[in-house]
């Protein structure tokens, strides 16, 4: 626990953070950097959890185990995105959302 | 050092989805993440710090350097959005965050004064605990997602094509 710093200037750190991602997942053309944006998102979800876990909570896990598994499921999106956009790169040779609705067909 | 690590989480999540170029955004982000188990270290959780770095930091950054490195021209710059779109989405984003910041200001946390340090030992059996606090089904849960996906990765990058 540190002096002086309580649990509203981590929750202030984690909300810039969520929306700057939501900011590059609205302007971002590229699939990769749209996955970025939303790592930025997952990541400022797991910090909020185990802050309520360590300020609010001290006497649980549930915070920080909750924060595993969001880290174990960004893990397990990030390589089914990566699969699907060396896919995509290879049949179109760009990886632009704009074009990614030839997917369905 | 708080004041460091939030600044540079800050930065360099604004420089993540700023940059033009997607390697340079990818470094970016390993920054953030790297900061963030900073945070981490700094509140006393250890293990939280430890897999943020061995998951976050080495596995998905990897991921996406692979990425990158398959379908980009390394320098190549990727277009920049247009400025309607990046004044929509600024002005999106900071109300968004207006609005949390000011109602996270206004509400009343009852912090905790207890400083009590965790074990590695009991988050493991708190993982395998069927009991009171036990996680054993959302472990088996995300021990079967991450199967599925290992094997859906695989088909959908090695899918055959006709041309």
């Known amino acids: 626990m540190i002096q002086g710093i309580g649990v509203t200037d981590f929750f202030i750190i984690s909300t810039l953070m969520f929306f700057i991602g939501v900011y590059g997942f609205i302007t971002r053309k590229n699939l990769i950097t749209i996955l970025i944006a939303i790592e930025l998102i997952l990541n400022a979800v797991a910090i909020n959890f185990v ?11 549930h915070g920080q185990i909750f924060s595993i598994f969001i880290i174990a499921v960004a893990a397990a999106e990030v390589a089914i995105a990566i699969a699907i956009v060396i896919d995509f790169y290879r049949t179109n040779k760009s990886v632009n959302v704009d074009e990614s609705e030839m997917m369905k067909y | 050092m708080f004041y460091i ?50 998951v976050y930091a080495g596995g998905i950054v990897a991921l996406i350097v692979f990425a990158v490195m398959l379908t980009e021209k390394i320098g190549d710059k ?12 600024g002005l999106i984003s900071i109300a968004g965050a207006g609005v949390t910041i000011s109602v996270l200001l206004g509400h009343d946390f009852k912090q905790s004064t207890q400083n009590i340090g965790q074990n590695v030992a009991t988050i493991g059996e708190n993982l395998l605990n069927y009991g009171k606090d036990g996680y054993v089904l959302p472990f088996e849960v995300v021990s079967i997602l991450l199967l599925a996906s290992m094997i859906a990765a695989i088909v959908v990058a090695k899918r055959k094509f006709e041309n």
């Open chain 1, 51 to 61: 802050i309520i876990n360590k300020y609010l909570y001290p006497e649980g896990l």
């Open chain 2, 5 to 54: 690590l939030a600044t540079v989480i800050v930065v360099f999540s604004f420089l993540a989805v700023t940059s033009r170029k997607v390697m340079r955004a990818t470094v970016y982000l390993l920054f953030v993440l790297l900061a963030t188990a900073g945070l981490y270290f700094i509140i006393d959780y250890n293990f939280m710090a430890g897999i943020q770095l061995i």
């Open chain 2, 78 to 89: 990727i277009e920049s959005p247009s400025n309607m779109q990046m004044i929509l989405a």
